[in-house]
């Protein structure tokens, strides 16, 4: 028998497919869709402190194999996404994204997405695009390990902390989260990149530095994964490119105990994660693995 | 896709409303949709209303966007983005009787689905001035047109769903399919659902990616740019928020009517 049983740390899902943060859950009821699509969990758009518009349009262009956004968190504000965290947790796993400028905000934040019901909470350490957040916090060991202490701390869900490829030392910051006592680790969030338009001599999103998603970066991920797998011994959720069975499969041999799905969701809707689901069962099958932890890493023996 | 094209025209419509022609080698649909940006303006979703080689977006000047994009000249430049969504449902060989209910700018995006199978039209404008540039093309590819005005200087005195009920009373439809106001849209559907007309509405949100990823037009659990923007009958009924309420640019709920 072949399962999809997944474990990440104390927590189990069904499957191990899940929403990536950024992606069609900025309410409840669309968070509710991706879970009833058979995501074994969904993570919640990164919520701050107080409500953010994000940045202006344009925020988003399609590029050659992938995506560059800059939407710079967009959310209504702790409070206020509280609603739309009711209405999902009812329905399934729901990891709690947060983003702050010190440990102080971070354990706010967490502190109310444990209140909201979320199974766990994600720091965004790593958004490319939001002045004074994400990677600007993320970068440095010192202070990533004193936010994942601060937020353990402070709350009993599982702690798991989102990194970006945008810097030489993530084995040191990915270190620094195990040390700071974090549950997992997901990487990577977006590669930093500008789209220009020649007609116009300037670049297209209002921000003009956006974070490159999609097909493009899955290799970059996957290596992320591999360094980390060989860093760190707390679970790893692997992200970015992913859109088949066999690129989820790239990830969890490099060491990833989970996957997250964001930009697939373009091309292939909220369906896609039932359809990687169900390539990694016949794979699995086929190949003799009866667990999805039979091939965590298998990669690198 | 993106593309940064060439305008062949920008062309006053009435007072507020101008038309954008430009030539663009993909396929496109009545009800489809695209992002246009030029430098200078925030990107906006604008509806096309010509789908053919030539493709046009009709608009109203309401802010500093469209008032940047209306100084736009033959010649200049800009970026669009899609076509994006499901635009219109139809087979143009059925024999199916359809009228299209368009308000205010909305009737500009029926214009190709008018053009490509043969249906009844009605022109609905608050003044005379919204109805009129259409009257031509309505005359020349809709079977039978009425027009109305809320202000009474054209056609029937009274809104659309007014009008729609007095055409009723002599006509019998298989389907209506609008585009208009959201406030229209929402008592037109309370009133065909009434009587039983299946109909197609195209809704409207605050979009940024366009393309169904970032869920910031998010209608209940619908994205209205990737699974509408036009949506049935029995979706709609399972929409609450359609008339009702919507998303702020933060993606707060407002709630505009209980």
């Known amino acids: 028998m072949t399962s999809l049983k997944t474990e990440v740390g104390d927590l189990v899902f069904d499957n191990p497919s899940i929403l990536a943060s950024g992606i069609m859950d900025e309410t409840g009821m669309s968070m509710v869709r991706v879970l009833e699509c058979g995501a074994g969990a969904v993570v919640s758009k990164s919520v701050g402190l107080a409500s953010n518009p994000g940045h202006a349009n344009p925020n988003f262009l399609e590029v050659t194999s992938g995506c560059i956004n800059a939407m710079g968190l967009p959310n209504p504000g702790i409070d206020a996404y509280g609603d739309e965290m009711k209405i999902a947790v009812d329905k399934g796993n729901v990891i709690g994204s947060i983003y702050g400028a010190s440990p102080k905000d971070f354990v706010i934040l967490a502190e109310k997405m444990q209140s909201y019901g979320a199974c766990a909470v994600e720091l965004n350490l790593s958004c490319p695009h939001a002045k004074g957040y994400g990677i600007e916090v993320g970068t440095d060991p010192k202070m990533v390990k004193s936010i994942v202490e601060a937020v353990k701390a402070a709350v009993d869900i599982p702690v798991w902390a989102k990194l970006t490829p945008n810097t030489h030392i993530l084995p040191e910051i990915g270190k620094a989260v195990e040390d700071g006592g974090g549950d997992a680790i997901v990487a990577i969030n977006t590669l930093k990149a500008i789209a220009i338009a020649p007609e116009f001599a300037r670049p297209i999103l209002s921000n003009k530095v956006g974070g490159l998603s999609g097909a493009a970066i899955k290799p970059i991920g996957v290596r992320a994964v591999w360094d980390l797998h060989n860093a760190v011994s707390i679970p790893i959720i692997g992200v970015g490119g992913i859109t088949n069975y066999r690129d989820a499969l790239e990830y969890i041999m490099a060491g990833a105990s989970a996957f997250q799905i964001g930009t697939a969701v373009m091309d292939h809707g909220p369906e896609v994660f039932n359809t990687v689901c169900k390539g990694i069962n016949k794979f699995m099958k086929r190949y003799g693995y009866r667990s999805i932890s039979d091939m965590v890493g298998v990669a690198h023996e | ?258």
């Open chain 2, 1 to 258: 896709m993106s593309e940064i094209l060439m305008i062949k025209d920008c062309k006053k419509i009435n007072s507020n409303t101008r038309r954008i022609t430009f030539e663009w080698d993909v396929e496109a649909k009545p009800g489809q949709f695209v992002m246009v940006w030029a430098p200078g303006m925030e990107e906006i979703p604008l509806s096309l209303s010509g789908v053919k080689h030539e493709k046009s977006v009709t608009f109203k000047i309401i802010g500093p966007d469209t008032e940047k994009l209306a100084q736009l000249n033959s010649g200049d430049r800009i970026q669009i983005r899609g076509p994006y969504g499901r635009g219109y449902t139809y087979d143009q060989n059925d024999k199916k009787n359809i009228l299209l209910v368009g308000g205010g700018i909305g009737i500009a995006p029926l214009i190709p689905l008018m053009k490509a199978r043969s249906a009844d039209i009605v022109l609905a404008g608050r003044t005379a001035e919204e109805v009129e540039p259409y009257i031509p093309t309505a005359k020349n590819f809709a079977m039978k047109h009425w027009e109305s005005t809320d202000d009474g200087s054209l056609g029937f005195h009274g809104n659309a769903v007014d009008l729609v009920k007095e055409i009723m009373k002599d006509e019998r439809y298989d389907e209506v399919v609008a585009c208009g106001p959201e406030i229209m849209l929402y008592f037109l559907h309370q009133y065909l659902n009434k009587v039983h007309v299946e109909h197609q509405m195209s809704l409207e949100r605050h979009m940024k990616c366009g393309c169904g990823v970032c869920g910031a037009c998010m209608m209940d659990d619908k994205r209205v740019c990737k699974d509408g923007p036009v949506f049935n009958n029995y979706e709609i009924d399972l929409m609450p928020e359609f008339g009702t309420s919507k998303r702020g640019i933060d993606g707060s709920l407002i709630v505009f009517r209980k």
